[in-house]
């Protein structure tokens, strides 16, 4: 399968936690990865693997997985954490193929 | 300092060839397990993986674009280099080219692109 499925749109007040879902057949195979992206930026990596996060990002991010569902889960929002963030994953086919998610855009309130 | 880098035509006519390049640093291209990949994101909308190179030349396509594009790479200048053709106005994006590696936690593989470039805009208008 080569879908994931991310709600449009969360909000979350200043300090408070919010969980971003991704759903997909491929996350019963696979872990997600999790992208920041801010307006006019770059994507940026910040969750990967069972719930490992580079270097640098803050460890406010975490990352879950249960059967065809990933979260990624901000704990403590900061204002800086606003924006849109996305899901990527490896398709199930047979493909090998990598596809990302629709996106979450988070608003910080 | 790992870095990628995105060069290209900013503008182009319906029907033209897009080419753009990946200049990477920090990193070989042929190395075991190393990956390049390309993503591209229309304005306002998500994000959409077009390519991917490995260390050892195999290469997967966007089964929806397959036949309009060409991934190669040129380790010696550390150059991965996109080619799309017949682009038209749908196609106006920023493309982002990024390095992808994978791990293993038992009984899950998984994927990830751990740097990415800054990105290129590109626009179709005749």
């Known amino acids: 399968s080569s879908e994931l499925t991310q709600d449009p749109a969360v909000s979350v007040a200043l300090g408070q936690t919010v969980r971003i879902t991704c759903q997909g057949d491929s996350l019963r195979t696979y872990f997600a990865s999790w992208y920041q992206q801010k307006p006019g930026q770059a994507p940026v990596l910040v969750v990967f693997?069972?719930?490992d996060r580079p270097s640098g990002i803050p460890d406010r991010f975490s990352g879950s997985s249960s059967g065809d569902t990933a979260s990624l889960t901000i704990t403590g929002a900061q204002a800086e954490d606003e924006g849109d963030y996305y899901c990527?994953?490896?398709?199930?086919?047979?493909?090998?193929?990598?596809?990302f998610g629709t996106g979450t855009k988070v608003t910080v309130l | 300092q790992i870095t990628l880098k995105e060069s290209g035509p900013t503008l182009l006519k319906p029907t033209q060839t897009l080419t753009l390049t990946c200049t990477v640093s920090g990193f070989s291209l042929d190395t075991s397990g190393m990956s390049v990949g390309w993503i591209r994101q229309p304005p306002g909308k998500a994000l959409q993986w077009l390519a991917l190179?490995?260390?050892?030349?195999?290469?997967l396509y966007n089964p929806s674009l397959k036949t309009r594009l060409t991934i190669t790479k040129d380790t010696s200048r550390n150059q991965v280099v996109l080619t799309m053709t017949d682009m038209g106005p749908v196609d106006t994006a920023t493309f982002y080219c990024?390095?992808?590696?994978?791990?293993?936690?038992?009984?899950?593989?998984?994927?990830?692109?751990?740097?990415w470039g800054g990105g290129t805009t590109v626009t179709v208008s005749s």
């Open positions: 990527n994953s490896r398709d199930t086919s047979g493909n090998h193929l990598d596809f």
């Open positions: 693997g069972e719930n």
């Open positions: 190179i490995y260390w050892n030349d195999y290469k």
């Open positions: 990024a390095r992808r590696r994978a791990g293993s936690s038992s009984p899950y593989f998984y994927y990830y692109m751990d740097v």
